[in-house]
């Protein structure tokens, strides 16, 4: 059963990955809702933080400086890519990693309500 788990969310990792590093492939168009400007298809082959230093530093570095920044948790991982891109991820998004995590938490919150957003320590 846990090699299933491993498998499915290596499966998942891999198809993320391929499709934000593919936008040829997969369409170029960010999505209309998300906020995020157009950007050339060779824009979407830089990582997120190329600009995300420069535009906004202070969430640059509350991820740089988080347990997800530290462990290379990428920007996509949460937020999605190109094509399906979301300022503020679904609550199941944290499921992928943190399922033990959720099992303990109150369903009708979303993670950054009690977790501040990047930082994720428990709001006080």
């Known amino acids: 059963m846990k090699r299933k788990i491993i498998v499915s969310v ?11 590093t593919c936008p040829i492939l ?3 168009a960010l999505a209309k809702d998300s906020g995020h400007p157009e950007m050339t298809e060779q824009e979407m082959l830089m990582p997120c933080s190329a600009c995300h230093q420069n535009e ?3 969430i640059y570095e509350e991820w740089y400086n988080s347990g997800h920044g530290i ?3 990428k920007c996509y991982q949460c937020h999605g890519t190109y094509e399906n891109l979301l300022a503020v991820p679904e609550r199941s998004t944290c499921g992928f990693c943190h399922a033990g995590a959720l099992e303990k938490c109150p369903t009708d919150k979303p993670c950054w ?12």
């Open 71 to 73: 462990g290379m948790v």
């Open 10 to 20: 290596l499966l998942a990792a891999a198809v993320v990955f391929v499709s934000s």
């Open 113 to 124: 309500e009690c977790h501040s957003a990047h930082i994720f320590k428990v709001k006080k």
């Open 56 to 58: 906004t530093p202070d």
């Open 26 to 28: 997969f369409g170029s």
